[in-house]
């Protein structure tokens, strides 16, 4: 079914756009292109107590968006340009990668507490010998679920932090955003199924989300079906084109991420296969402001709201083509 808005909601759909991109906590998009969401408990200080470093960057989005501004992380400067948020203040330094981060500065740093990814647990003796670590544990195959693993995180990071209620106002700041975006689509009518991508550069394969994943997870509150039935322990699974066949009445939405996309694009274009896809033909391919996918809640947060952005462009666009 292509997607259309029912007339007698356009008044009240609009009413809502409006007032997402009114209110900054909430606005769709910010200047750089990326999804702009961030809803911090409380004013950051990067020199506030506790002293904390963090080699995890969802263990970042945890921190800032409860109000405590990390004093270091790894790979900081492509933290912005993966879109994730919420912003990393300027003062923070720089621990170098994820797998081999600095320890002599972050033995200089002299920590109270280290935030780790389950990926970094090799790590976890010769960090205890600098300060306590905490694990942050979001993607585990075994418990999936991920947005609810990231609630249960920030609030389990919070009380380690000594901040429960700075995370249960950000908590229900989450809640309420998810909620808007709900009730937007709401008012969209009937849905086509959605595809959830990242292109692939070599032109013949891409990146599906399926479940196990955040997207998975966000989709399901906003009450968008996933056109792809497939089943994965890491949530996304690499297919070929070829097999995008089968999903003729879906929509496609791609993560942006900038100039590899580029790449991706024009070798795909150049497949005779992928022009003749319907969703292809038919122009239901969206971008997503790129976001950082294995991220905690703010990231569910962009992907929520850039999601329902894209529906209503379709929806549009929809229109338009049949009068």
């Known amino acids: 079914m292509p997607l259309r808005i029912r007339h007698h909601d356009?008044?009240?759909?609009?009413?809502?756009?409006?007032?997402?991109?009114?209110?900054?906590?909430?606005?769709?998009?910010?200047?750089?292109?990326?999804?702009?969401?961030?809803?911090?408990?409380?004013?950051?200080?990067?020199?506030?107590?506790?002293?904390?470093?963090?080699?995890?960057?969802?263990?970042?989005?945890?921190?800032?968006?409860?109000?405590?501004?990390?004093?270091?992380?790894?790979?900081?400067?492509?933290?912005?340009?993966?879109?994730?948020?919420?912003?990393?203040?300027?003062?923070?330094?720089?621990?170098?990668?994820?797998?081999?981060?600095?320890?002599?500065?972050?033995e200089q740093l002299a920590p109270e507490l280290i935030v780790i990814d389950t990926n970094q647990t090799h790590l976890a003796s010769r960090l205890a010998t600098l300060a306590p670590t905490f694990t942050v544990d979001i993607y585990d195959a075994q418990h999936g679920r991920p947005y609810a693993r990231a609630v249960a995180e920030t609030?389990?990071?919070?009380?380690?932090?000594?901040?429960?209620?700075?995370?249960?106002r950000y908590l229900d700041a989450v809640g309420d955003a998810l909620a808007a975006c709900a009730r937007t689509v709401s008012m969209l009518g009937t849905l086509?199924?959605?595809?959830?991508?990242?292109?692939?550069?070599?032109?013949r394969h891409l990146y599906l989300y399926g479940p196990n994943s955040l997207m998975q997870d966000v989709m399901d509150q906003l009450g968008v079906r996933n056109a792809w039935p497939g089943s994965t322990d890491s949530g996304y699974l690499l297919q070929g084109i070829e097999a995008l066949a089968a999903y003729r009445d879906a929509s496609m939405f791609y993560i942006s991420h900038g100039a590899?996309?580029?790449?991706?694009?024009?070798?795909?274009?150049?497949?005779?296969?992928?022009?003749?896809?319907?969703?292809v033909r038919d122009r239901r391919v969206e971008p997503l402001p790129g976001f950082?996918?294995?991220?905690?809640?703010?990231?569910?947060?962009?992907?929520?709201?850039?999601?329902?952005?894209?529906?209503?462009?379709?929806?549009?666009?929809?229109?338009?083509?049949h009068g």
């Open 155 to 168: 609030r389990r990071l919070a009380t380690r932090v000594g901040c429960e209620r700075d995370a249960q």
């Open 292 to 321: 950082f996918a294995y991220g905690a809640l703010s990231s569910a947060v962009q992907f929520a709201q850039a999601l329902t952005a894209g529906l209503v462009a379709l929806g549009s666009q929809t229109e338009r083509a």
């Open 10 to 106: 356009r008044r009240a759909l609009l009413k809502t756009i409006g007032a997402l991109g009114s209110t900054a906590a909430l606005s769709a998009f910010g200047a750089s292109g990326h999804v702009a969401w961030a809803a911090p408990a409380r004013p950051m200080r990067v020199d506030a107590s506790p002293r904390i470093v963090s080699l995890s960057w969802a263990g970042a989005q945890m921190l800032l968006s409860i109000g405590i501004a990390p004093i270091a992380v790894t790979e900081r400067f492509d933290y912005p340009r993966a879109g994730a948020l919420p912003p990393m203040p300027e003062p923070t330094l720089d621990l170098g990668s994820h797998d081999e981060p600095n320890l002599e500065l972050l």
């Open 192 to 203: 086509p199924p959605i595809l959830v991508v990242d292109l692939y550069d070599d032109g």
């Open 260 to 279: 590899s996309d580029r790449i991706a694009l024009h070798n795909l274009s150049r497949s005779l296969l992928w022009q003749h896809l319907p969703f």
